[in-house]
């Protein structure tokens, strides 16, 4: 995907396969494999399907000490905040505004944003790990074995200058933000519901059925510029 190509640090979840599966008699089914956008898992405490609508987009907590575990929704998430370190908000707000560019321009509308969270202990917590880049150039940098991207020409006018960052050495660092107490898990996920007829549809019979309120059936335009400001709301 040439978006990808040209914005490597993309919040959009990597697509991994596309398959199919026929149980006996019944029609084929066909489904994706995306990458996670919630790995690793094993300390996160929360996790949000957002939108940026209110209709349908509650869901009950699990009963406190429950094993099950809940992808709740926006309306879940009123008076929460996304607190960023140093220059990764700006990073975020400018890599949303690409992706919810590019996805109005294939028309797609319905699609979220994950967001989990996750407590950082005491000592990975401070500066370094996450630093945030506008660069026109990336090279690769190997360190302790690992591949990093290291800076490159910085100019935030520069024609081509794209969104890129430096990523943690940790698993699945490329939608991972580090705030002063937490860490973010970011990704935008569900990038097949095109704006056709149906959905065209859609829209006129819940402008009658929900008036005044938002929801999540609306031109692209619309849908991205919506997803936009909520996190421009939401960050700090």
Same mark, same amino acid.
């Given at each position: 995907m040439q978006h990808l190509r040209r914005h490597p640090h993309s919040l959009l979840a990597r697509l991994l396969g596309v398959h199919s599966l026929r149980v006996a008699r019944g029609k084929k089914k066909y489904f994706i494999i995306m990458q996670s956008v919630f790995y690793p898992?094993?300390?996160?405490?929360?996790?949000?399907?957002?939108?940026?609508?209110? =209709?349908?987009?509650?869901? @009950?907590?699990?009963? &406190?000490?429950?094993?099950?575990?809940?992808?709740?929704?926006?309306?879940?998430?009123?008076?929460?905040t996304i607190y960023l370190?140093?220059?990764?908000?700006?990073?975020?707000?400018?890599?949303? &505004?690409?992706? $919810?560019?590019?996805?109005?321009?294939?028309?797609?509308? @319905?699609?979220?944003?994950?967001?989990?969270? #996750?407590?950082?202990?005491?000592?990975e917590r401070g500066p370094g790990s996450s630093l945030v880049?506008? $660069?026109?150039?990336?090279?690769? #940098?190997r360190s302790n074995g690992k591949m990093r991207s290291v800076q490159g020409v910085q100019s935030q006018d520069e024609p081509g200058a794209q969104n890129r960052r430096l990523l943690p050495?940790?698993?699945?660092?490329? #939608?991972?933000?580090d705030g002063?107490?937490?860490?973010?898990?970011?990704?935008? =996920?569900?990038?097949?519901?095109?704006?056709?007829?149906?959905?065209r549809l859609e829209h006129l019979w819940k402008t009658l059925r929900y008036p005044g309120r938002t929801f999540s059936t609306v031109s692209p335009a619309r849908?991205?510029?919506?997803?936009?400001?909520?996190?421009e709301a939401h960050t700090e």
């Open positions: 898992a094993s300390r996160i405490s929360e996790r949000y399907d957002i939108k940026g609508c209110e =209709v349908s987009r509650w869901v @009950d907590p699990a009963p &406190e000490g429950s094993p099950l575990i809940l992808v709740l929704k926006d309306l879940n998430f009123q008076g929460k370190a140093g220059p990764q908000r700006s990073w975020l707000l400018r890599q949303m &505004e690409l992706d $919810t560019a590019f996805l109005r321009e294939l028309n797609v509308l @319905d699609y979220s944003l994950l967001v989990a969270f #996750h407590c950082l202990h005491k000592d880049l506008r $660069t026109a150039r990336w090279a690769p #940098h050495e940790v698993p699945n660092a490329l #939608h991972i933000l002063p107490e937490q860490r973010y898990f970011l990704g935008l =996920v569900d990038l097949a519901t095109v704006y056709g007829l149906r959905k849908y991205a510029r919506r997803l936009y400001q909520w996190v």
